[in-house]
């Protein structure tokens, strides 16, 4: 399994961790969150439980307290996605007190699709299928879960994400360890989008890749999201206590 971007993040993010604790961790259905020492607080989606018992990760009750450039290590795991979330939200948390030059402006927007235009999804986001069909493109939908209909297979997918001229990719797949595989088979297309709250804000962990765009969330309310996150909800719920905002990506 290839974790570059991972490794990546986590070499630029080590020398900002300092000397910064985790001071609380909220694994929940949805979303992951980790609250940093300061209160800034990142998230990342969790991934579907793996485990044979009513223990999930084998660390918990002991989280909080640790060095967050511990948990931001467990981002590389070549194990399992559960560590990869809970390091993926503490660089989140991390980037959160960075200084960094983003747009509130709506991504699908800013990337004047046309007609003419073919856009490979990786990961379904609902929200934006059907503003994305308005425009009259060619829309290839790669999906690992066969209940949305009407998407291809990672397979079937290899040969839209080889001739697409806009790729929207899923920050799940930093989780799922697909990330360096799917950018692998990414052809040439004008702009390369990666979408959605566990998206890091960080261009200098993409630059030079086909990564052009870095669509992401910043927590704003940071006690109101860990409420959500602890009760189960989503992305529609945390939306009211978050900034969606994008980062330019040098490639």
């Not at 948390?93 to 991504?107: D, F, G, S, V």
């Not at 290899?158 to 799940?172: D, P, R």
Request: charged letters at 20%; a neutral charge.
């Amino acid at each position: 399994m290839m974790l570059q971007i991972q490794q990546r993040l986590i070499d630029f993010l080590t020398p900002h961790a300092g000397n910064k604790t985790v001071t609380d961790v909220r694994i929940g259905l949805g979303y992951t969150a980790v609250r940093i020492d300061g209160g800034d607080v990142g998230v990342a989606w969790t991934p579907k439980a793996a485990s044979a018992c009513c223990t999930h990760f084998q660390a918990a009750g002991s989280l909080a307290g640790t060095p967050a450039r511990d948990l931001l290590a467990r981002l590389a795991d070549e194990k399992a996605p559960l560590p990869r979330a809970i390091g993926l939200a503490t660089a989140n948390a991390l980037l959160a007190a960075l200084p960094q030059t983003t747009t509130k402006e709506e991504i699908i927007s800013t990337l004047h699709i046309t007609p003419t235009d073919r856009v490979a999804m990786v990961g379904y986001f609902a929200p934006i299928i059907a503003d994305l069909r308005k425009t009259g493109c060619r829309l290839d939908i790669v999906e690992l879960n066969e209940q949305h209909g009407d998407t291809l297979t990672p397979d079937q997918g290899k040969e839209a994400l080889a001739h697409c001229t806009v790729a929207i990719i899923t920050g799940t797949t930093l989780i799922n360890g697909s990330c360096d595989e799917v950018l692998a088979e990414v052809g040439t297309p004008r702009a390369v989008v990666l979408l959605g709250p566990s998206s890091p804000l960080c261009p200098e962990a993409f630059a030079g890749t086909k990564i052009t765009h870095v669509a992401g969330a910043r927590v704003r309310e940071a006690d109101a999201v860990l409420r959500v996150i602890s009760e189960g909800g989503g992305t529609q719920f945390m939306k009211r206590y978050v900034d969606f905002e994008t980062v330019m990506v040098r490639r």
